[in-house]
């Protein structure tokens, strides 16, 4: 098997490159870097520098590495971004995607792992998120997302290809410094950020329907998660192999959920702060609870989360520190 990997240079990506090459799986990267960087992409490893819209270099990529099997995470991810530019998160994730399946299916590729979000829920009002929840994403980026589940399937059914779509839940962590996430997009560096400058990390609300009135969420290691694409991508090559052009959706997320104030609490403590957090107005659309249901996942492939919340702190703070420049 030879993998192609979009997106492989990014946070995320360059994850499930260090999880798929210490499996002992070829890989191939392909990035267009907006967001990624080359150095992330281990030695040994192909990088094509290219987009998922370009179907020549798709094209080339294929067959001069001679690849069976995508994983794809290529995508442009940022929910406020989305609802600004639709029309840029439109073309990027979804035609972007229609470009590579026809690529795919043309190489008579037989397996696609798609990276598709729990934005795809949107505000779901149930105690665990289960994947028969419906989908009523909320931003053009969660749009994107379950368009490409449709595209994904279709294809599949389609073409014989075994498709897998993995939704996951609130990303954090890193597997080594270097590869620790570099944007201030989420709770963890959002409050990182805060405490470096010498401020107050922000709360948006207290008077949900929770347990201390902040927003809780299930949070899950970049580790673990790269670690369900190599599970999920190797049960798609059994499939294929067998001549079983099956699909499968799952939930990636530890069951468990934290609440702001909670993490809050646990940054301080790991990062030998003592800075009280204030609360601020409520966020449009931000759902008061969601936190996956993992039990399909554990069902169909055997897999579950390994690291907790601490851990997950820890390693991204030790990332923040190496890249920031700031002590620890």
């Known amino acids: 098997m030879t993998y192609l990997i979009t997106g492989g240079a990014g946070y995320i990506g360059s994850h499930v490159v260090r999880a798929m090459t210490q499996a002992g799986e070829r890989v191939v990267v392909l ?123 279709a294809a599949g059914k389609a073409h014989g290809i075994a498709t ?72 798609l090559a059994e499939w294929a192999a067998a001549g079983e052009p099956r699909d499968l959706t799952v939930n990636i997320g530890r069951g468990e959920g934290v609440s702001v104030t909670e993490m809050i609490d646990l940054i301080n403590e790991i990062t030998g702060h003592s800075v009280a957090a204030v609360v601020t107005p409520r966020r449009p659309g931000d759902p008061a609870r969601v936190v996956a249901s993992a039990d399909r996942i554990a069902g169909e492939l055997g897999w579950k989360a390994r690291h907790d919340v601490r851990e997950m702190i820890d390693s991204a703070w030790a990332g923040w520190v190496a890249r920031r420049g700031v002590s620890a």
């Open 31 to 153: 990035d267009d870097l907006s967001t990624g960087y080359a150095e992330r992409v281990p030695e040994g490893v192909p990088l094509v520098v290219g987009s998922t819209l370009d179907r020549d270099v798709l094209d080339r990529t294929i067959a001069e590495h001679g690849v069976t099997g995508v994983v794809h995470l290529a995508a442009k991810k940022q929910v406020g971004e989305s609802v600004e530019q639709p029309l840029h998160y439109y073309r990027e994730n979804v035609q972007g995607l229609t470009v590579l399946l026809e690529a795919v299916a043309a190489a008579g590729v037989r397996n696609f792992l798609f990276s598709s979000s729990a934005a795809v829920y949107g505000m779901p009002d149930v105690d665990l998120v289960t994947e028969e929840t419906p989908c009523l994403p909320l931003s053009p980026y969660g749009e994107t997302k379950l368009a490409g589940e449709w595209l994904v399937r």
């Open 164 to 235: 897998a779509c993995l939704r996951y839940f609130n990303v954090a962590g890193a597997a080594t410094p270097e590869l620790a996430d570099t944007g201030v997009f989420n709770l963890v560096p959002m409050v990182f950020e805060r405490l470096d400058a010498g401020e107050a990390p922000r709360i948006f609300g207290d008077d949900y329907a929770t347990p201390d009135g902040t927003c809780v969420r299930d949070y899950i290691h970049v580790e673990d998660l790269a670690d369900a694409h190599l599970v999920a991508a190797r049960k």
